[in-house]
């Protein structure tokens, strides 16, 4: 190897290294999250009277939590993913339920493609951010189902 072709491989290891240490940190979603109403545009099923949704974010490992209460009844919703984009298929009474995390920049992304008994099909996509210097979480959804369609705006404050 020629001087050249080692300080020319030594300038790409360098300019390889700054990217990578330039590159921005994904967000922790870690907290708990209680979901402002006022500022969320939700579907009607949606408007609980509170929602208050706990995640434990230690990359790649993601849970997510949900607890809404309307009129008196519990709702929750619990799963837990990696945020590399690696499928997690659940067979449920004869349908299957295919779901992911990935990252789109900043962004979270979940993907869910649920297959029912009948063979039709349902994809909920959500996009996970965190604004006002992380002190807000804002879930951006889109659920398309053989009968139902909603887009939601979820946004939550984080509990001290």
Known sequence: MSKRQGLL???????????VAAAPAKPDFSGVW??????????????FDSTTITIEHKEPKFRFHRVSVK????DEVSWELTT????????????????WLTWDGEVLVYFSHKVLPNGREARDI????????????VAEEK?????VKYDNLWVADKKD
């Not at 659920?143 to 009968?147: C, E, M, S």
Request: net charge positive; charged share 25%.
């Open 71 to 74: 009129a008196g009844k519990t």
């Open 34 to 47: 209680v979901v402002n109403v006022q500022k969320s545009q939700l579907a009607a099923w949606a408007r």
């Open 126 to 137: 959500v996009r996970y951010t965190l604004r006002d210097g992380g002190k807000t979480f």
């Open 9 to 19: 491989g030594a300038a790409a290891l360098v300019a390889a290294v700054l990217m």
């Open 143 to 147: 659920f398309r189902g053989p009968l």
């Open 84 to 99: 590399d984009g690696v499928e997690k298929v659940e067979k449920e009474g004869g349908g299957a339920s295919h779901s």
